[in-house]
């Protein structure tokens, strides 16, 4: 069965700060994958999507970035972090076309 | 583009009493149609979809969704409520073809004793 990982789940980081999130799939090959943040009483906004290896779309503009080194491998990264970025955030997968999501258990991150 | 609005923000409503979870989307193409549930500190878990065919789908856990197209509406029903399914519920739409999912800001259900 399939499988996904998010680490890590819990993170403090100050102002001005680099970050690297990652996210793992396990049991399926060439995923689309996605990050979300989800801020308290604003839903789920969707920050970057691959569709295979190296392909990343980005959704808004900000000061995180994305990557995808390997087919099942998806980072998360911002060179200075801003208070902002603070929130919680969620990598998923889904195969084929009919956005059916499978979520990690989710990376809370506050700058302070 | 497509675009999601979840009416209610929070939904405060008696054990055993029906509740109705109200989504609306917009889209120019045709959809596929989600609900997720959330608990507290953690990610989402698929509640239940509409791909194609019968407009009434079901979850396992006693909750239905009707795809209403001419009200581009997907509103989640059950008839009676738990104190288990207190949660935050996102209606989600995916454009049939393509890759990206949007979400509704969601609606917290808070079931009472």
């Known amino acids: 069965s399939q499988t996904i990982h998010q680490w890590p789940a819990t993170l403090v980081q100050p102002v001005g700060s680099p970050l690297s999130l990652e996210c793992t799939v396990e049991g399926t090959s060439n995923p689309n994958l996605y990050w979300y943040r989800q801020a308290a009483g604003r839903g789920l906004q969707l920050l970057f999507y691959?569709?295979?290896?190296?392909?990343i779309s980005s959704e808004v503009p900000q000061n995180l970035s994305a990557s995808r080194p390997q087919d099942r491998q998806f980072i998360l990264s911002s060179k200075k972090l801003l208070l902002s970025d603070s929130g919680f955030y969620l990598c998923?997968?889904?195969?084929?076309?009919?956005?059916?999501?499978?979520f990690g258990e989710g990376s809370r991150l506050t700058v302070l | 583009a497509q675009s999601v609005t979840q009416l209610d923000s929070q939904v405060p409503v008696f054990e055993e009493a029906p509740v109705e979870l109200r989504c609306n989307y917009s889209?120019?193409?045709?959809?596929?149609l989600f609900w997720y549930v959330q608990y507290p500190n953690q990610g989402l878990q698929l509640l239940l979809k509409y791909l194609s065919g019968s407009t009434l789908v079901e979850s396992i856990n006693g909750f239905e969704a009707e795809f209403n197209k001419s009200q581009t509406s997907f509103h989640l029903r059950k008839p009676s409520v738990h104190i288990s399914d207190t949660a935050e519920y996102f209606c989600a739409v995916s454009e049939t073809g393509g890759f990206k999912t949007i979400f509704g800001a969601g609606t917290r259900l808070f079931v009472k004793a």
């Open positions: 998923a997968w889904s195969e084929g076309y009919t956005g059916e999501l499978f």
């Open positions: 691959s569709v295979g290896i190296g392909q």
């Open positions: 889209s120019s193409v045709s959809v596929y």
